[in-house]
């Protein structure tokens, strides 16, 4: 901490017109460098961080029951879809190919597409498989 003394000379305005103008008083002022303490100047704010938590809390909530529970639910049902495959099923791919299953490979199936017609597919690209009187089983309809 460190004090500066300020001296200034200023003319004293005379009592009487006889009085002298070279008489002058000096005024003195102390200034003081010391900042005050932080502590004092910022009071800390009550339960902030608090509702911050729990806003942070009920967003991840609400993205957890939006965006990824249903893409988890329907990567199960894509997975089941796929290992459900036997021949004999009605199935329509993702390029909107319609066909019956012949023959069931380990990561991929043969499709009839047209009598005597057989093309190789990817289990990946099977979107929903058909029942008996033509309606899709597919579990992801948006």
Known sequence: MSTYIIATAAPVAAATP?????????????????QPSTC???????????????SFL?????????????????QKAQKARQEGMKVGDKIITNAGIHGIIREVLEQAVRVEV?????????????????????????????
């Open 18 to 34: 006889a009085a002298a103008p070279a008489e002058a008083a000096i005024q003195t002022t102390t200034q003081s460098t010391e």
């Open 40 to 54: 004092e100047a910022a009071p800390a704010a009550e339960g902030g961080s608090t509702s911050m938590i729990f």
């Open 58 to 74: 009920l967003i991840g909530v609400i993205f957890y029951f939006l965006m990824i529970r249903p893409q988890m639910k329907q």
């Open 114 to 142: 047209a009598p005597n017609v057989l093309i190789k597919i990817e289990k990946s690209c099977v979107t929903s498989t058909l029942d008996k009187a033509g309606n899709s089983t597919a579990t992801d309809k948006k």
